[in-house]
């Protein structure tokens, strides 16, 4: 019976996306004005839109008023309104629907975390995306209900604002609400890990509780998870270090000393019992592993899990490479596309690796529009965004092939918000878009006339590091910045290497990165010695564990960290500088 139930239940939310993104332009408009009528008469819109009673008109009047008299946005616009709000201020100043909670931005896109509002309505998308997401991989790869899932999820320590407002992670919101119970008996498909091991606050202990309870549910193991392929890149390098400590806790149904909270030892002594037959048989397996340099570790550690399932796209893709290594044959499925302020996109096609994934965008989140952006530099191998825009158009007007930048209007108190991602659209589900993320619009490195986004620096890095592989080395991390206080200024890369490599080979990747920079200003600065040569730093192992560190001190949640892949902070350059156990200098441009 509850297997038909699960069935007609992936049935029923897939022919839900059918008929939303059939008529996604006519949803669409249906979307801005549940919005609009929603939150009529707050200060923001009363603001631009005065005293216009919206109820008298139909859908293409109030899409056309809105986008005629409400400002596009940044988030630094909106800030002094979400201010108030932490501080207290109850009046409808974004929303009608009161804010008790704040979402935290991860911080490492812009330094620093920003406040986004979070409603009840932020945890009923999640809870909707997931489970439409869950019934286009089950058709693909099925599996058994009433399975478990080995996920690598944190919440980090949410605070009070000086108004009394909750405000942590958006992933830390999730796991505490009543949406992530219910996905589990939607799904039918349960975590290995009770609540009190997702909310200790301490990423260390947690990782080592996920690991321990994923192996003593070993063989119940449908997937594996994260909200980042970050993390769990991370949890099985901790692995390589920990098993033994673990075989041993599934022998003696203990847990380690490492785990101090009491709660969190509770609730997993009340979960593992002895087992020495389970124990003998991953001690085994990891002997084996350990010749091999443990690849292949996730279809041998967990014989039935069916994929690998996270965001890899973006800031997650060098991470593909040692994700693939633990994966041996296992299929890697990319995540669903959101941000904090709102989800975006599915992954309706789950088989495509995560280089060529395209998100269907969700027609009923969230009110989209999308600037069309055009290269002034037509260098298709360059990500560099010399943009012209075009005025902004709604989705049902995008093209094939043409980029753009997401503009969101969301239920929680958005409006016109322009969120800095530059996607392509390549195609259509039914009458709704599908795009490929293509960068961050932001710029990360400049110093005079050049422009680079977080793309160029991954692309150059990846063609740098190529030459690491002939010496049985591999890049762990890298970031980088600009370094601007000694003239000329020129750009300084940071690698985390494992494994021993020759100077000689470390000029040649510095070399090989600073040539491989293709905007035009960057070539045109560097040839006139306006931009210095390239600067190589190898810091120390262990770096970017200091790093994830600093940002988990200040707040930030292992399941939305992002290693900053260009960075000001002088605290970070500081524990890069004090790290750094080697520098070299480009000679490409001598």
Same mark, same amino acid.
């Given at each position: ?9 992936? @049935? ?16 669409? @408009? ?15 819109? %009363? ?140 799904? %039918? ?83 593992? %019992? ?47 490479? %040692? ?92 409006? @016109? ?174």
């Amino acid at each position: 019976m509850e297997a038909e139930t699960l069935e007609a239940s992936t @049935r029923d939310i897939i022919s839900w996306f059918d008929r939303v993104s059939t008529n996604a332009g006519v949803v669409q @408009r249906e979307t801005l004005r549940r919005i609009i009528e929603l939150n009529h008469g707050v200060e923001y819109l %009363k603001k631009w839109l005065g005293d216009i009673d919206v109820k008298e008109m139909d859908e293409c009047e109030i899409e056309s008023l809105y986008t005629s008299l409400v400002p596009l946005v940044s988030h630094a616009d909106l800030e002094p309104y979400i201010q108030r709000i932490a501080d207290g201020n109850t009046s409808p100043i974004l929303t009608q629907h009161p804010i008790t909670t704040l979402s935290l931005s991860s911080g490492t896109t812009e330094g620093r975390q920003k406040f986004v509002p979070f409603t009840s309505h932020s945890s009923q998308t999640t809870l909707q995306i997931f489970r439409l997401a869950a019934a286009y991989r089950s058709r693909v790869y099925p599996t058994r209900d009433g399975g478990r899932i080995l996920e690598f999820i944190y919440s980090s320590k949410s605070f009070k604002t000086k108004g009394g407002l909750t405000a942590g992670t958006a992933t830390t919101h999730y796991y505490a609400s009543e949406e992530f119970k219910i996905k589990q008996e939607k799904t %039918k498909a349960f975590t290995c890990s009770p609540p009190e091991v997702i909310s200790s606050g301490d990423y260390k202990q947690t990782t080592y509780c996920h690991l321990l309870l994923g192996l003593f549910f070993r063989d119940q193991v449908e997937f594996i998870t994260s909200t980042f392929a970050y993390s769990v890149v991370q949890a099985f390098a901790s692995f390589e270090e920990l098993w033994k400590e673990i075989c041993k806790d599934i022998k003696e149904g203990n847990v380690s000393s490492r785990i101090t909270i009491p709660k969190v030892r509770k609730a997993v002594l009340d979960i593992v %019992k002895p087992n020495p037959i389970l124990a003998s048989k991953i001690e085994a397996v990891c002997g084996d592993l350990q010749g091999s340099d443990w690849y292949g570790l996730i279809p041998k550690l967990w014989p039935n899990a069916k994929y690998v399932y996270s965001i890899m796209t973006g800031s997650m893709q060098p991470y593909l490479k %040692k994700l693939r290594h633990h994966a041996g044959s296992l299929p890697l499925v990319s995540a669903e596309y959101g941000s904090t302020e709102s989800w975006i996109g599915v992954n309706l096609d789950p088989s495509l690796p995560p280089e060529n994934v395209t998100f269907t965008v969700m027609p009923t989140f969230s009110y989209f529009e999308f600037i069309p952006l055009y290269r002034q530099n037509q260098d298709s191998s360059s990500g560099s965004v010399d943009f012209i825009e075009d005025e902004p158009v709604p989705l049902s007007q995008v093209k094939v092939g043409q980029e753009y930048e997401i503009v969101l209007t969301t239920f929680t108190g958005l409006y @016109r918000y322009r969120l800095g991602d530059v996607v392509e659209v390549s195609g259509f589900h039914n009458g709704t878009p599908k795009l490929n993320f293509i960068c961050r619009r932001k710029l990360i490195l400049a110093v005079n006339i050049d422009k680079n986004t977080e793309k160029d620096l991954q692309l150059v890095v990846e063609r740098g590091s190529e030459l690491l592989s002939n010496h049985r080395a591999e890049l762990v991390d890298f970031t980088s910045s600009a370094e601007l206080v000694r003239q000329p200024g020129h750009y300084v890369i940071y690698w985390e290497i494992k494994g021993e490599v020759e100077e000689r080979v470390l000029f040649e990747c510095c070399r090989e990165m600073d040539a491989s920079f293709v905007d035009h200003g960057y070539v045109v600065s560097r040839r006139t010695n306006s931009i210095g040569p390239l600067e190589l730093c190898i810091v120390e192992r262990g770096t970017f564990k200091k790093i994830l560190d600093h940002f988990i001190g200040k707040g930030a949640a292992l399941s939305q960290f992002k290693t900053p892949r260009c960075t000001s902070d002088r605290m970070l350059l500081r524990i890069l500088d004090l790290c750094t156990v080697k520098r070299v200098r480009s000679t490409a441009y001598d």
